[in-house]
């Protein structure tokens, strides 16, 4: 019992519910255009067709490709850092595109999507200029919310690419802060807050600003952030409670909790790459999946293409990610779009 009750002292230190909120919070920052393209795709949709299983549809094929390429952009920043290369190389991944052709060399416009609040960034001979003195700066902070409010304005209003400044902006905001997942939530506030206070908290900072300007926009956001992340952990926290407690002591518990870490991330699984993603045999990942069956962790589910395939999928798992984006939308009635 002793060795059961460490492990899971060790599987409670080690479960990092911050983690799961950086992946649940991806789906409203990699879209071109804020929430239009996650409005017809469900989280259970998403993770049957990461499950492998052979599920398609074009809606989810593409909102898969856009998470996977925000992911990858994120984790190139936070084993890169920002300079010149690595903004271009994220760039190109959110654009499939190539880096060498990432800055652009054309004037361009940029606007609201109603057409408000024109906004002509620089000419295309200062971005090189711009951006070697924004990595600069970059590089001698120290990361938390307020320098990366400024870094995120900043790239905005340099305007670098010739599409997903605000993408590109994102990811370096996610990578800044992706230990502090609850911070991170202050970008999500843009999604539905009034357009024209985002957009004049944008234009507080010009091409070469340094410091944070206090402004009631980013103050809400952090005050919005700070309750509504508190929320979505104690609900992380109890639904992970409710699932693991029922095993501590069983002899099998060091599997069965694996299994259930790895449906905070993938709470849709098909045995065959379930075994091969965990390392494990398939009679013995088999014999697993029945004792979360017999126990209401998981439900199978047969699919009707490919016929005879059959899936097995986390309710709580998927409820508890349905209040979360809830509560993320929650008395925020209007949102903007953002490139």
Known sequence: MVLYFKFFIFYKMDFIKGDILTRLFVRYLAGGSSLRQTRGVTRAQIALFESQAGFRNQAVLQQAHLNRAFNQAVSLFINQGVSLSSLCRVNAILLNGQPDDSIRKVECKVSAPNGERLYIPPSPD????????????????????????????????????????????????????????????????????????????????????????????????????????????????TTNRNLTTPFILMPQAQSHLLVIRFLWFHPVVFLPSLAKKLNMRVDYIQSVIKSLCDNNVLVPRAMRYPEGTVVFECPQILSTFEKIDKLLKNNLPRRINED
Do not use: M
């Open 126 to 237: 200062r971005l090189h200029d711009l951006i070697n003195e924004y990595v600069s700066d970059v590089k001698c902070q120290e990361s938390n919310l307020l320098t990366t409010i400024v870094n995120y304005s900043r790239l905005v209003n340099i305007h670098p690419f010739y599409d997903a400044n605000g993408r590109t902006a994102r990811a370096l905001a996610v990578a800044q802060l992706h230990k502090e997942p609850v911070l991170l939530l202050s970008f999500l506030y843009r999604l539905s807050a009034d357009k024209n206070d985002y957009f004049n908290a944008l234009h507080q900072y010009d091409l070469t600003s340094k410091e944070y300007v206090d402004c009631d926009y980013w103050t809400q956001a952090q005050t919005w952030a700070e309750a509504t992340g508190s929320q979505c952990l104690d609900l992380i926290e």
